[in-house]
């Protein structure tokens, strides 16, 4: 993983928030990249494919709350 300044990359931790309509979430001590030059911090593609589902899965359940309805239908299950 580089970054797009061409800075050294350190291991470390860093938290990430996201807001929508209904919710915001704060996720803290994330293993993350922090860049040496331009302080630009990157996670890893694992990471945020993980942080996506979450925020996917509590986006869908929120709606469900919000509304009422189910968010799935039973056939999937």
Known sequence: MECKCGG???DGK????????????IFEDIPAFKCTRCDKVLFDEEVVDKIQKLVNRVERDV????????????YDY
Do not use: D, H, Q, R
Request: glycine share 4%; no cysteine; charged share 15%.
């Open 63 to 74: 709606k469900e709350i919000v509304s009422g309805a189910p968010s799935t239908n039973l």
């Open 8 to 10: 050294a990359l350190i």
């Open 14 to 25: 860093s938290s990430y928030s996201v807001s929508k309509k209904y919710f915001s979430l």
